[in-house]
């Protein structure tokens, strides 16, 4: 027992400062893990002797997490998903495995080998994708949100290939495959109504309950979890498939963002061992041999995933720019190809070496999409004067989120809970005041507010050149963003913007540099804010009354 204690606290020490240097890379801790596993392996250091307490730790994980992935599907959310979303995550998840599956047959392997291999490659890592966008605060762009919508459809694909992988592993001797897999699927039937049932008439009111307590909260999604997956294998498909339907199964209640926040942070943790677990499986010997189809095959995802992304949303109406914005974030493998693979491993479907060359793949994949998604907006500026190819003539279905109105005294960009709120007051002392923004959501507040609001992206020069600038006499942006706010600047300048620019900072420092670029205005909400606060408490107390709420 002191044994595999000693292994897990080495584990996790090395884990924390490999997983430091991966932070200052500006990478994900996911590939801090599959490293960490690698070299925790019986080929390098042979670290790991307690294999069946790392296989437990393991499946827990991979449970925990098709749990967090079947509780983010608000069925109500599904039923929204837009054109756009569904046609390109179908798009791609169809272009990636048929191209896929034709380069890995024209590299030597089998064809069930090309099959697993293609699928894989289909799967792009939410976890990555929504910790990036949220950092560069796009999350709730225009492509932020189509990625999610795409993201969405590939997660339940993500979830069909692996109950198609757990109902073949059920099926073997005995009774013909067609009768062994229509037992499997009535099963899968029943379960599924007994969700249903469960979903539509017990769990609202035993959530109610359990949320009176945070801690009793998390041990109930715990337990519900991981009893659905053990019930899931028990039927005769795999854990994964009954945890993502006990995820599922809360998905829609209004509990499920507390639980998904408290889930978070065990499931990374426990992830850590499915890694480790897989890197103890890894024969780096053979791995020599699948650096050239790794290599084809990143270079596919990284190019291929993309184009196809962008070519798809330029037919639909969309502009170059948002794209390929979108397209990056599929720019990479994710955790569940590894997942996927190693399934057909356990099942004998494949052959070790196909997982070696899977986690190569995404090892290069993470670690490229991940700078080609922080610096997304140079790579477009440097690539933009070749992708008109990817755009219509008239980008219809963009365009009709655009109305520019004529005429603005202050144009305003970044319309959240700041930028409304100086809008509204500037609107009130008379002053004519336009929004621009790049959160679809926000052209939903317009008629609550009489403040038009743009849609478009401070990075894009024709939508600025196109705005009432003749008439207003201040540009504000409230986007905080040093990079963006010199490029609004710039373009701003380059049209002959007569009137005065205010930018916001978050220091001293950051506000000196705005105004050497030309910013006229600095200012900095939280010095304004506790500036403010000092002098009305001060007069409060001259005037010999306590402050009252304002």
């Not at 600047?489 to 670029?517: H, P, Q, W, Y």
Request: charged content about 15%.
């Amino acid at each position: 027992m002191n044994a595999v204690y000693n292994e897990i606290a080495l584990l996790l020490f090395v884990t924390s400062i490999l997983g430091l240097l991966a932070l200052r890379l500006r990478q994900p801790v996911i590939v801090a893990y599959i490293l960490i596993g690698i070299a925790a392996g019986p080929v390098w250091l042979d670290w790991v002797g307690a294999h069946e307490p790392m296989e437990l730790l393991a499946e827990i994980g991979v449970t925990i997490l098709l749990f967090v992935v079947g509780l983010k599907l608000d069925i109500n959310l599904v039923r929204m998903l837009g054109p756009v979303a569904l046609a390109t995550g179908l798009g791609q998840l169809a272009f990636t495995i048929v191209v896929g599956f034709a380069l890995a047959l024209a590299m030597g392997m089998g064809w069930v080998r090309a099959l697993y291999v293609a699928v894989a490659l289909t799967f792009s890592s939410t976890i990555i994708i929504v910790k990036l966008l949220s950092d560069k605060r796009e999350i709730d762009s225009l492509h932020g949100r189509i990625a999610m919508g795409f993201l969405i459809v590939q997660d339940i694909a993500v979830v069909v290939a692996m109950m198609l992988i757990g109902t073949q592993g059920n099926i073997g001797q005995g009774a013909a495959w067609w009768v062994q897999l229509g037992e499997v699927l009535a099963k899968v039937a029943a379960l599924g109504l007994v969700v249903a049932l469960l979903m539509r008439y017990v769990l609202p009111r035993l959530l109610k309950w359990m949320a009176a307590s945070q801690e009793l909260l998390l041990i109930f999604a715990l337990a519900w979890g991981t009893s659905l997956a053990a019930g899931g294998e028990y039927l005769g498909f795999s854990k994964e498939v009954g945890a993502f339907l006990a995820g599922f199964s809360l998905a829609s209640l209004p509990y499920r963002e507390a639980i998904n926040a408290r889930l978070a942070s065990l499931r990374d943790f426990l992830l850590l061992f499915f890694f480790v677990n897989l890197g103890t499986q890894l024969d780096l010997s053979t791995l020599g041999a699948e650096v050239p189809a790794a290599t084809v095959l990143s270079l596919f995802v990284l190019i291929g995933n993309p184009l196809i992304v962008m070519a798809i949303m330029g037919y639909m109406g969309y502009r170059k720019r948002t794209g390929f914005m979108a397209g990056l974030t599929v720019a990479q493998i994710s955790e569940f190809s590894i997942i996927f693979v190693a399934m057909g491993v356990a099942i004998g479907h494949v052959d070790p070496a196909a997982l070696g060359l899977v986690t190569l793949v995404g090892l290069v994949t993470i670690t490229a999409s991940t700078y080609m998604i922080l610096y997304s907006h140079r790579l477009y500026a440097l690539f933009e004067p070749w992708l008109g190819l990817f755009e219509r003539h008239d980008p219809f279905r963009e365009r009709a989120m655009e109305d520019t109105p004529l005429r603005a005294d202050v144009v305003v960009f970044g319309i959240g809970r700041y930028g409304r709120r100086l809008a509204e007051r500037l609107r009130e002392q008379g002053l004519v005041v336009v929004g621009v923004d790049f959160d679809p959501g926000v052209l939903a507040g317009r008629p609550e507010d009489g403040i038009p609001v743009v849609f478009g992206n401070v990075e894009d020069e024709d939508l600025i050149a196109q705005l009432p600038l003749d008439s207003a006499r201040w540009v504000v942006s409230t986007l905080r963003q040093h990079d963006l706010d010199r490029g609004l600047i710039r373009t701003l300048r380059k049209l002959d913007f007569a009137g005065c620019v205010a930018v916001m900072a978050n220091s001293g420092d950051e506000a000196a540099r705005l105004r050497e670029l030309g910013a006229d205005v600095v200012f900095q909400p939280f010095q304004d804010a506790a500036e403010h606060a000092a002098g009305w408490l001060t007069r409060a107390c001259a005037s010999g009354r306590p402050p009252a709420s304002r």
